[in-house]
Each structure stands twice: as structure tokens, then as C-alpha cells.
């Protein structure tokens, strides 16, 4: 299968500071990159959806200006978390898609907010 | 609103007897339905979809839109099926649509 890699695999910042995250598709263009943030012992929630080239669509509840995505290309896409605080210590995956075809995910970001 | 409903988080299945992982849905149109399995330490990967209709490492899922479920099933359970399992629905047939995931149940194999 394809190949979607996530950078760091962990990261541990101090409260305050921005963090960004990194999502890439290494084998295949993706149209689509979505985001998801899982708490631990949870289920996976979606954050956003973002298309190249265009802004990211983001679900009910998540604060778009404190989570930052930008889909550049067709095969990167980051996330940033401004003014991160411990609230926002959680696993983050990202998950990349072409049109009609399945998604396939990273390995996930564990960000710790000290 | 789209929802997956996994009612069992831990499921312990002796080696060789039959595992039935059950996942409900609701969904207002005709959705696409899959299971996504992770090993330990590994990342989430997909493991059989019901559009496909196929057997992926001995595991079935059918979809029946009148009990709107997608159970997993597998007849003869083996130490490496142990694993976290998520059931997901996405609201088309185009691929690349949102999935809305399950809170997952925890497969484990007793010896």
C-alpha cells in the first residue's frame, strides 16, 4: 500500500509555543489529508479535512486558529498548534486520500505540552 | 449526523474459536463501510471495506442495512488477530471522503 509519514513521531514543547506537524504522502499525490486527534484509550475524532490548494474545512468544536492547517501540495500537508497548553497533549494522525481510493494513515505525532 | 457505534471496548477469544467484532451504524444515505485494524505499535491500516465483498486474512464483514451493522467475523481465531480494531463509515462511494471511526474494541487471542 501507499506510504504516508508523519513528522515528529513525537514532540515535547513548552507551554505557550507553536508545534507544527507534518504529513506526507511519499508514494502518490493526495488530493485530500485529514487530520484526527486521539485521546488516549479513544476513539479517533476528525479535526479537518483540507484539499490542496484550498482552506481546510474543520469539524464542529475545533478552533480553526488554534489549529493551523496548510495543504501546500499535493503531498504535504501541516498542522500547527499555536499557543499550545497541556489541554492539547494528544496523539495526532493524519490520514492521506486520492479520489477513489482508500486512506491511508501516518503513524501518528504524540505531542506533549510541558 | 453520521455515528458508529462499537459496544464491546475489550473482547478476549480463545485460539481457534470464532470472533465476532460488532459495529452499528447510522447514516441517512448509502454509506461505505470498513474495518481498520492496529497492531501494537503499528499505525492504523485498513482491512477489508464492504464494497470490496472480500475475506482479508480469514475476516468478513457484511453490511445489513436493515440491522444497520458491518460485524466482523472470522471463524477461527489466531494469536496475531490480537489487536485494536475500529469500525468506520464514510458518507460516499468517492474514496476520499471523511471517515467517522468507532471508539474500537480490543481484540485479544488467548492462547
Not at chain 1, 26 to 48: E, G, I
Request: glycine letters at 6%.
Amino acid at each position: 500500500g501507499a506510504v504516508v509519514s508523519q513528522h515528529p513521531s513525537w514532540v515535547i514543547c513548552k507551554s505557550g509555543t507553536s508545534v507544527k506537524i507534518e504529513c506526507r504522502s511519499l508514494d502518490f499525490q493526495a488530493t485530500t489529508m485529514f487530520w484526527y486527534r486521539q485521546f488516549p484509550k479513544q476513539s479517533l475524532m476528525l479535526m479537518a479535512t483540507s484539499n490542496e490548494g484550498s482552506k481546510a474545512t474543520y469539524e464542529q468544536g475545533v478552533e480553526k486558529d488554534k489549529f493551523l492547517i496548510n495543504h501546500a501540495s499535493l503531498t504535504l500537508s501541516t498542522l500547527t498548534v499555536t499557543s499550545a497548553h497541556p489541554e492539547d497533549s494528544s496523539f495526532y494522525i493524519c490520514s492521506a486520500a486520492r479520489v477513489y481510493t482508500e486512506a491511508f494513515f501516518g503513524q501518528g505525532t504524540r505531542l506533549t505540552v510541558v | 449526523a453520521q455515528r458508529v457505534t462499537q459496544p464491546e471496548k475489550l473482547l478476549s477469544v480463545f485460539k481457534g474459536a470464532p470472533v465476532e467484532l460488532k459495529c452499528n451504524y447510522s447514516y441517512s444515505g448509502s454509506p461505505e463501510l470498513f474495518w481498520y485494524v492496529q497492531y501494537s505499535r503499528q499505525r492504523l491500516q485498513l482491512l477489508l471495506r464492504h464494497i470490496s465483498r472480500e475475506s482479508i486474512k480469514g475476516f468478513t464483514a457484511d453490511l445489513n442495512k436493515g440491522e444497520t451493522s458491518f460485524h466482523l467475523k472470522k471463524p477461527f481465531a489466531q494469536e496475531e488477530d490480537s489487536a485494536m480494531y475500529y469500525c468506520a463509515l464514510s458518507g460516499g462511494r468517492i474514496g476520499n471522503e471523511k471517515l467517522t471511526f468507532g471508539t474500537g474494541t480490543r481484540l485479544t487471542i488467548i492462547p
